[in-house]
Nanobody, 121 residues
Framework: QVQVVESGGGLVQAGGSLRLSCGVS???????????VSWYRQAPGKQRELVAT???????IYADSVKGRFTISRDNAKNTVYLQMNSLKPDDTAVYYCRANIGGAWGGLYWGQGTQVTVSS
């Protein structure tokens, strides 16, 4: 079984920063690999949208709306992916979800439960 857990959300003023973390874990003794990991977000009344992706080779892709403000990175030793969010805007307010593409015996796409980010004006 694979678990994906996000943390780091909260309330911040416009122009501020937050760092989200996405931890991936599995049942001890089982081997799996973490391929691409993506952050998505969903604002009230809107569809879930892709924010950023980091591949297993650390290549990154960003939505136009966050380029230059957000940075996605991964620490393979900790099985953790981060999303550094700077210069936050009220439009960034959403629930942020992490999705991990897992290889190995439990291969598939796994989602976390989401973490709320609220940016006040």
């Amino acid at each position: 079984q694979v678990q994906v857990v996000e943390s780091g959300g909260g309330l911040v003023q416009a122009g501020g920063s937050l760092r989200l973390s996405c931890g991936v874990s599995g049942t001890s003794g089982r081997i799996f690999s973490i391929n691409a990991v993506s952050w998505y977000r969903q604002a009230p009344g809107k569809q879930r949208e892709l924010v950023a992706t980091v591949t297993s080779g650390a290549a990154t892709i960003y939505a136009d709306s966050v380029k230059g403000r957000f940075t996605i990175s991964r620490d393979n030793a900790k099985n953790t992916v981060y999303l550094q969010m700077n210069s936050l805007k009220p439009d960034d307010t959403a629930v942020y979800y992490c999705r991990a593409n897992i290889g190995g015996a439990w291969g598939g796409l796994y989602w976390g439960q989401g973490t709320q980010v609220t940016v006040s004006s």
